[in-house]
């Protein structure tokens, strides 16, 4: 299990990457009364799939009052449109996050 803490509107979570999650569950963002908080995500998850798990816990960590149904689907359409070609590449050319994935598959 692997844990770091992230900022989600002006409050600290724990982002935990885990495969202690029910069978049919991707993800889980505690209630942001809670101390402690964190935001649960299945560790396998890996492209797509995990950034619209990711955006989905991430949005409900902002606002746990926003409609189910709404945070899955723009969490989807977010993922997607994210993942198209020319939007990846403006992400990934940024020198930055150039940086980072180089060092990333230098380690892998």
Known sequence: ??????????????????????RDTVGATDPPTKKRKAIRIRSELVGQEFLDTFLHETHHAGNDTI???????????????????????????????????????DNS
């Open 1 to 22: 299990m692997v844990d770091r803490i992230i900022s989600i509107a002006w409050k600290k979570w724990r982002l935990v990457f885990t495969k202690d999650l029910p």
């Open 67 to 105: 409609n189910e149904d709404y945070v899955s689907q723009i969490a989807t359409d977010q993922a997607e449109a994210f993942c198209k070609p020319d939007c990846l590449s403006r992400f990934l050319t940024c020198p930055k996050i150039e940086s980072m994935v180089r060092e990333i598959l």
